[in-house]
């Protein structure tokens, strides 16, 4: 690995974002341990982002964390209105989505007590119901109860893909692993899909204000936010277009700020893509 | 380049054979050589956690005891030899880590009291300001956009590049003149504060 490699891959900040291969972590770290030059480098751009990261002004550029900002000379009023147009066309339709699952999630979990209720004296030796059918988005806390599963397909979730139909743009409320589970939450989506939605409930956590969420895939880090604030339910929203999460298994783990500035792990969220391909 | 390394080489095997003589001074030179490498590898794999320090301490007292034992058999493979150190310290550093979360939570809370002082916090808030007031003060909205889009969304240079219409070099010269801009405005508005 030579300087001139290292310059025109970026492989200094590729490395400090934690974006090369564990192979080629290895031999820039065997280069750099003591090699001035790249050491030098490293460190102020270590400094450089470190810096930036928490601080960027909420006044200047504040592009939604993956959407591409394409025309740079565009006149400041221009990219403001712009910028205002895709805040509605994805924060509407999301505050309306969620609203609706959660009015919805709760009919659900009514009847699926009054179900139970009536269920369970005359069934308490029925065979479980066969697990192979197709995931929900809305996997809320299914993968403990077989049971539940099988009432993903009642009527009641049907009228949430209804609502979810209404807007296109689906909403994924990931579920919390759980200590020696490997379940993990289903993301499915389709091309028709430009954006989807990741809800994380963060259950009882109130002490903190501000929150990182960070998604790895295959060990390496493939997104991080600082900064996400709790809605009123005591959730955090992400949004992404479809596009930038490939089909492939993802580990998101959330962490919340103190404000000191100090970080503390507050759950992991497992979850698996699939991109269904439409015929 | 063939000819730096054989120097390196060298200079590398006499420090090793100065270092197994138990000359303390050698110590010290290959510690202030290799010392600001392994704290950015530690930091890196640790995800800059405050133990990186002690695990860089670490890295060296081993490294010293090995060469004495005359476990480096190839001077040549000094820097591989120390990486190798570091790394197994980092695995042993996360095992004792996982034993120890399953540990009581008092023991959670003792770590967890050791909060910043005040004056730090007071110059981290400045910091902090002058920062927001650099990068609103770039005069490039091109380069402020390269840092964001690079530095913190943290998209892939092909993408930005195909966005902003540039090609690599480009995108390379313009990353590397808004790091300049940045630390100069930085510096000018940290001396006349
Ligand atoms: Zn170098």
Redesign the interface.
């Known amino acids: 690995m ?1 300087h001139r490699y290292i ?2 891959n ?1 492989v200094g ?1 590729l ?5 090369l291969s564990a192979q080629e972590r ?1 031999i820039f ?7 001035e030059r ?2 030098e480098m ?5 400094s ?2 470190q ?7 909420q ?3 504040q ?1 939604a ?2 959407l ?3 025309a ?1 000379a565009r006149p400041v009023w221009r990219t403001v209105v712009m910028a205002c147009l895709l805040a509605l066309l994805v924060i509407v339709p999301a505050i309306f989505v969620i609203g609706e699952m959660r009015r919805l999630r709760h009919e659900l979990e009514e009847a699926k007590a009054i179900y139970a209720a009536q269920r369970e004296p005359q069934n308490a030796d029925e065979k479980e119901p066969s697990t192979d059918q197709k995931p929900t988005p809305f996997s809320e806390r299914q993968g403990n109860d077989q049971r539940e599963k099988s009432e993903s397909n009642s009527s009641n979730t049907a009228k949430l893909r209804d609502s979810r139909s209404q807007t296109n743009t689906p909403v994924f409320a990931l579920v919390a692993a759980r200590r020696g589970e490997a379940d993990s939450n289903e993301i499915i989506t389709d091309e028709s899909q430009k954006w989807l939605l990741i809800s994380l409930d963060l259950e009882g956590d109130t002490e903190h204000e501000t929150y990182r969420a960070t998604i790895e895939s295959r060990g390496r ?1 493939f ?2 936010a600082d900064d996400l604030r709790p809605n009123q339910y005591n959730a955090l929203t992400m949004s992404f277009r479809s596009d930038s999460l490939p089909s492939g298994q993802y580990l998101l783990t959330l962490e919340g700020i103190s404000k ?3 970080m ?1 792990a507050i759950a992991n969220y497992p979850f698996r893509v699939t991109k269904k391909s439409m015929k | ?1 063939e000819v730096f390394s054989m120097i390196d080489a060298r200079v590398e095997a006499e420090l090793v054979a100065r270092v197994m003589a138990g000359d303390e001074r050698a110590e010290e030179e290959l510690f202030l ?2 010392r ?3 704290a ?2 530690l ?2 794999s640790t995800d800059n956690s405050p133990a990186a320090a002690d695990l860089c301490q670490e890295t060296f007292k081993i490294t010293f005891q090995k060469i004495k034992n005359g476990e480096l058999r190839e001077p040549g493979k ?3 030899f ?2 190798k150190v570091a790394h197994n310290l980092v695995t042993d550093h996360f095992r004792k880590l996982r034993t120890h979360q399953i540990s009581s939570i008092e023991e959670v809370e003792d770590i ?1 009291d050791a ?2 002082d005040q004056l730090d ?1 007071i110059l ?1 808030k400045e ?2 300001a002058l ?2 007031r650099v ?2 003060d770039m005069e490039s ?2 380069e ?2 390269a ?9 892939n ?1 092909e ?1 930005v590049c195909a ?3 540039l090609t ?2 480009q995108f ?1 010269l313009i ?1 590397f003149r808004a ?1 300049k801009h ?2 100069k405005l ?1 510096e000018k508005m940290a001396s006349g504060r």
């Open positions: 030579d310059d025109e970026n900040d490395y400090l974002m934690g974006k290895a770290e065997m280069h750099f341990i003591n090699c790249c050491v490293l460190e102020e751009t270590s450089l982002r810096a930036i990261r928490g601080n960027w002004p006044e200047i550029l592009p964390s993956l591409p900002v394409r740079v880090r997104w991080r000191t500035g100090e503390k | 380049m050589k290799y600001r490498g392994v950015i590898i930091n890196h000094l820097p591989a120390i990486w967890t909060t910043p916090m981290e910091k902090a920062v927001r990068l609103s909205e091109r402020r956009q840092l964001y889009r690079f530095y913190i969304a943290e998209e240079k993408r966005d902003l219409g690599t070099k390379n990353i790091r940045f630390r930085y």
